[in-house]
């Protein structure tokens, strides 16, 4: 690795640890309700799904499917459920990580930091770590020093919106670390 992108890492890991939000372990369902809520049928835009509770960000996740993998740049944001300020949160973490470059001819996805692509990872269909279903798996093991114990996995909430999470690997239960969420429309 060349100086200049150990610095990079540095800096990106440093600027996302300031707007990171607490990942909770995935070692048993968590129950927020008496009753299941619903995730709004309506979510079309990045701002519709930054406005969401945990809850309704799971519920979503859970009942959509892996979706086409998409191709060239997709616009991301980071999103902050129910943490204090997480709108501005989500805004604010826009200066740092700007989304993707999916690669479906050799299965790459590759992350947007500062407007560099910095962070690669490779695309896959497997199953999720949330409920054990069809997702979009975008691993770092293997092709990042710096990311290599994380794993994105993503599903499509509506026609070119994308939700995912990302896992951190620990034991005994990987850890989701946070939510995010990308816009393949042209």
Not at 52 to 66: A, V, W
Request: hydrophobic share 40%; charged share 20%.
């Amino acid at each position: 690795m060349t100086r200049g992108r150990s610095r990079i890492g540095l800096l990106i890991l440093g600027t996302l640890a300031c707007v990171a939000s607490p990942g909770r372990a995935q070692e048993a369902p968590i129950y927020y309700q008496a009753a299941p809520m619903q995730a709004p049928a309506s979510v079309q835009t990045l701002d519709d799904l930054a406005a969401l509770s945990t809850p309704q960000l799971d519920q979503l996740y859970r009942q959509s499917g892996p979706g086409p993998v998409p191709t060239g740049k997709v616009k991301g944001r980071a999103l902050y459920p129910d943490a204090r300020f997480g709108a501005v949160r989500s805004k604010a973490a826009r200066a740092v990580w700007q989304g993707k470059v999916f690669r479906p001819e050799d299965s790459t996805a590759i992350n947007r930091f500062f407007g560099m692509k910095v962070i690669a990872g490779n695309v896959y269909a497997g199953q999720s770590w949330l409920d054990g279903n069809p997702a979009m798996i975008l691993d770092y093991e293997g092709t990042s020093r710096l990311y290599g114990n994380y794993r994105d996995e993503i599903r499509q909430v509506a026609p070119g919106l994308y939700l995912g999470l990302m896992y951190a690997r620990t034991s005994p239960n990987p850890t989701l670390k946070m939510y995010f969420a990308f816009d393949a429309r042209p």
